[in-house]
């Protein structure tokens, strides 16, 4: 059934409000990024924003979402269909900061933005504790693909190590999308995550070789 053309112009008004919040929520911060901004950066009234977001609780959930279905793309550009679980937990880490360094001007700073308000309400920690426990959960999977196909030996429980490196994922974000630009090496980051999941996993095999681009520009 072909979407009705107010509905797809719905859509495309919506992803344009969307797109311009994470820029000037990026700019200027969240709480500064009003609706009348938003507004007047893509010619419409601020009533027509709120048509599509009654609150500012819902629009900053609408960005969340749209960043991590971003961060999605750019993990899965890495991954190949012959990728055994080890490289694929490997590109998943990569795929994760090289999304951080590309995108440190906007989406990023949604991240950095979500980290800080985590603590100062209910609706950012809710947020943040299902961003982080889908982390993990992917992570998890893997895990337990690579114990399946005998390429991990786990020293500890898998839940245990999924938390570890989504904790070290994340705080590797963090930097990516906050540090000096140029800070992040991508050579280097692919060896220091080799060696990490190496250390956590006993990872045995397909651990060598580049992981693939890992570009810090967009």
Request: proline share 3%.
């Amino acid at each position: 059934m072909k979407t009705r053309p107010e509905t797809r112009k719905g859509v495309n008004t919506r992803q344009k409000i969307v797109s311009s919040a994470i820029r000037l929520a990026a700019r200027h911060g969240f709480a500064e990024a009003s609706f009348q901004m938003i507004a007047d950066d893509i010619g419409l009234s601020q009533s027509a924003v709120m048509y599509h977001f009654p609150d500012k609780n819902s629009l900053f959930g609408e960005l969340v979402e749209t960043i991590v279905r971003h961060n999605h793309e750019t993990v899965n550009e890495l991954t190949g269909p012959k990728d055994d679980a080890g490289r694929r937990l490997l590109k998943h880490c990569l795929g994760n900061v090289t999304w951080a360094v590309r995108y440190r001007s906007q989406d990023a700073q949604i991240l950095l933005l979500l980290y800080y308000l985590a603590g100062r309400g209910e609706n950012f920690s809710r947020l943040f504790t299902q961003m982080i426990a889908a982390g993990r959960e992917r992570i998890l999977e893997l895990l337990l693909a690579g114990s399946r196909e005998g390429l991990f030996r786990l020293k500890d429980e898998p839940a245990t190590v999924a938390e570890v490196i989504q904790d070290s994922l994340f705080g590797a974000m963090l930097y990516a999308a906050s540090a000096p630009e140029g800070s992040v090496s991508a050579a280097k980051l692919e060896t220091k995550w080799k060696n990490f999941i190496l250390a956590l996993t006993g990872w045995t095999s397909g651990n060598s070789g580049p992981a693939g681009k890992t570009s810090q520009t967009k």
